[in-house]
């Protein structure tokens, strides 16, 4: 169920792919925990495994569409795996690469051939890059820019200003960048350039993070933009720097999850290898529930974001459903994997903190993750856009299969204007729900969804409630919680998983909606009629002793299942 270096096969890919990513863990697996360790703490640039990407073409590989190399591919699903590897030997690692991510993600939704062919070139060369969109002052905050273009009399521009939190940003062989004309004002003014971090007028200012990756902050001072450097201007610039965000925050997810694969095997054989009080820690009955917890958990993180791939690569200017499911990979999946660390934590205690585990950093790097790519709030807030469709307006779709073929995703490139999220339709979500009704806590979610939809349809929030963010973003938790279990729940049917695992998970999706209404009834806006609901719907998981332990089970295998090499 979990990933593990001992066993690792990607069968279900083709041959380059395979070696590519078994090449990846190998590497890893060959430099030992201890190198991985001391370049952490000390907080070492990874140019040992930029030089190994480079060497196997990792990037160029993964990262290059077909449109730009026929002989190449942009396939998420693989994409998606190695952000697990990657995440699973440590974030840093991952954030190279997600970045380059971000920063080709204008330049593969421009039309101008001569800079994507320079794009493309550059990721052969083994070069990484860069997005250059928040600004100390503003943040992501598109809207706002002080990176400023005058025109130069002769088709370009000169570029100044700065730009803050742009990873690779020391060594970036193309940064794409997003900055407003002097002479233009409003939307039409926007502009997306291409600018490389060797050049004179390039200044690197500084790391503004302790970190071994490199996130920075650098100022352009008169940087001469050719007309061959532009990507996009005026709206299609905007809907240029939310389109690549789209792309790029699903990747949040499977960094997550394999950040919490590699604490799991440590916290487990820990706990499960450790007497106190005359007994094994394991055999205590908060530990098990903590620890079968956490692993119900992350094989849930598990399910949606393998799920939420096959709607991804099903994508179309008529199925944009993957709108809903890219935020709530972001922001459901990222804060998940904050709970099982957390969980764990409270049973591994001190150890947790040891410099020479690889707990220690998951329990830092998880953190960041949700903070990433607009905060859980913003995504939140982007959510509750699908709510009404979601809920109550369900179309006809053909069913979307398990996508791992390998094939170009070249829609994520021409995603289109950003903007109609309110009328984007979906499949009935009450069909997978209805599917597992025999698992009484699926039935048990089920009463708390159908209780949800009646809150909307009677006690819909007010027009002052909807003005209030704090009791709208309970609001779209309670929402997510239905959202999340579908894709769970797909998936589930799609791999076969075991019914004790899944029976389990949504013991905790009951938890989490109970736990959720509770906070609704206490916020300083909830009518009377809205707390009534909120307590009415609380419930408790149905409970079985036979599948906590065999759930248990599956954790206590995970004890000395793997162990990274000194």
């Given at each position: 169920m979990l990933f593990n270096p001992r066993t690792y096969d990607p069968a279900q890919f083709d041959e380059p792919t395979r070696r590519l990513l078994r090449a990846t863990v190998d590497w890893f697996e060959s430099r030992g925990k201890k190198a991985l360790i001391d370049t952490y703490v000390d907080r070492t640039w990874y140019a040992d495994f930029l030089e190994f990407a480079a060497a196997e073409g990792l990037f160029a590989e993964f990262l290059t569409p077909s449109a730009a190399d026929p002989g190449k591919?942009?396939?998420?699903?693989?994409?998606?795996?190695?952000?697990?590897?990657?995440?699973?030997?440590?974030?840093?690692?991952?954030?190279?690469?997600?970045?380059?991510?971000?920063?080709?993600?204008?330049?593969?939704?421009?039309?101008?051939?001569?800079?994507?062919?320079?794009?493309?070139?550059?990721?052969?060369?083994?070069?990484v890059m860069a997005f250059g969109?928040?600004?100390?002052?503003?943040?992501?905050?598109?809207?706002?820019?002080?990176?400023?273009?005058?025109?130069?009399?002769?088709?370009?521009?000169?570029?100044?200003?700065?730009?803050?939190?742009?990873?690779?940003?020391?060594?970036?062989?193309?940064?794409?960048?997003?900055?407003?004309?002097?002479?233009?004002?409003?939307?039409?003014?926007?502009?997306?350039?291409?600018?490389?971090?060797?050049?004179?007028?390039?200044?690197?200012?500084?790391?503004?993070?302790?970190?071994?990756?490199?996130?920075?902050?650098?100022?352009?001072?008169?940087?001469?933009?050719?007309?061959?450097?532009?990507?996009?201007?005026?709206?299609?610039?905007?809907?240029?720097?939310?389109?690549?965000?789209?792309?790029?925050?699903?990747?949040?997810?499977?960094?997550?999850?394999?950040?919490?694969?590699?604490?799991?095997?440590?916290?487990?054989?820990?706990?499960?290898?450790?007497?106190?009080?005359?007994?094994?820690?394991t055999d205590f009955p908060h530990v098990r529930r903590e620890l079968t917890d956490a692993y119900a958990r992350l094989v849930a993180m598990k399910m949606f974001s393998a799920r939420a791939v096959d709607y991804f690569r099903t994508a179309s200017p008529e199925d944009r459903r993957y709108l809903l499911f890219n935020p709530m990979t972001k922001m459901k999946v990222t804060t998940e994997g904050e709970k099982v660390i957390d969980l764990m934590w409270d049973v591994i205690a001190a150890k947790g903190f040891e410099a020479d585990t690889y707990f220690d950093k998951a329990a830092k790097d998880i953190r960041g993750l949700p903070k990433l790519e607009g905060t859980v709030h913003v995504n939140l807030a982007l959510i509750l856009k699908f709510m009404g469709n979601y809920l109550f307006a369900p179309s006809d779709y053909a069913p979307v299969p398990t996508r791992l073929d390998a094939t170009d995703d070249a829609f994520l490139f021409r995603q289109g204007a950003a903007r109609g999220l309110g009328a984007i339709r979906f499949h009935d979500w009450r069909t997978a729900y209805d599917r597992h009704t025999q698992?009484?806590?699926?039935?048990?979610?089920?009463?708390?969804?159908?209780?949800?939809?009646?809150?909307?349809?009677?006690?819909?929030?007010?027009?002052?409630?909807?003005?209030?963010?704090?009791?709208?973003?309970?609001?779209?938790?309670?929402?997510?919680?239905?959202?999340?279990?579908?894709?769970?729940?797909?998936?589930?049917?799609?791999?076969?998983?075991?019914?004790?695992?899944?029976?389990?998970i949504f013991d905790a999706l009951v938890r989490d909606f109970s736990a959720h209404a509770t906070e609704l009834h206490g916020k300083a806006s909830t009518t009377p009629e809205q707390a009534a609901w909120a307590l009415a719907n609380v419930r408790r998981p149905v409970a079985n002793a036979e599948r906590a332990a065999a759930v248990w089970a599956r954790v206590e295998e995970l004890s000395g299942a793997y162990e990274m090499r000194p």
């Open positions: 591919r942009w396939d998420t699903s693989r994409i998606t795996e190695l952000n697990e590897i990657l995440g699973f030997y440590g974030l840093g690692y991952w954030y190279t690469w997600q970045v380059t991510i971000l920063g080709l993600g204008p330049v593969w939704q421009s039309k101008n051939e001569a800079v994507r062919a320079r794009a493309a070139k550059l990721l052969t060369e083994g070069h969109l928040s600004e100390r002052t503003h943040g992501a905050d598109i809207y706002s820019t002080d990176m400023i273009l005058t025109p130069d009399g002769e088709g370009g521009f000169t570029a100044t200003g700065s730009k803050y939190y742009i990873g690779n940003g020391n060594v970036a062989g193309l940064v794409s960048v997003f900055g407003r004309r002097s002479d233009v004002e409003g939307p039409e003014g926007y502009v997306f350039f291409a600018a490389d971090s060797r050049h004179d007028a390039y200044h690197l200012v500084k790391n503004v993070v302790n970190a071994q990756m490199y996130v920075s902050e650098f100022r352009l001072e008169g940087y001469p933009v050719r007309a061959e450097d532009v990507l996009h201007t005026g709206q299609a610039a905007f809907d240029a720097a939310l389109n690549t965000v789209n792309v790029g925050k699903f990747n949040l997810c499977t960094a997550s999850v394999g950040i919490c694969e590699h604490a799991m095997y440590e916290a487990v054989t820990h706990a499960h290898n450790r007497v106190l009080y005359g007994r094994k820690v698992l009484p806590n699926v039935a048990r979610f089920r009463e708390q969804a159908d209780g949800f939809c009646e809150l909307l349809l009677s006690h819909a929030p007010s027009k002052e409630q909807q003005a209030d963010l704090d009791f709208l973003l309970e609001i779209g938790q309670l929402f997510a919680l239905i959202v999340y279990g579908q894709l769970v729940l797909e998936q589930a049917e799609l791999t076969g998983l075991d019914e004790d695992v899944l029976d389990q």
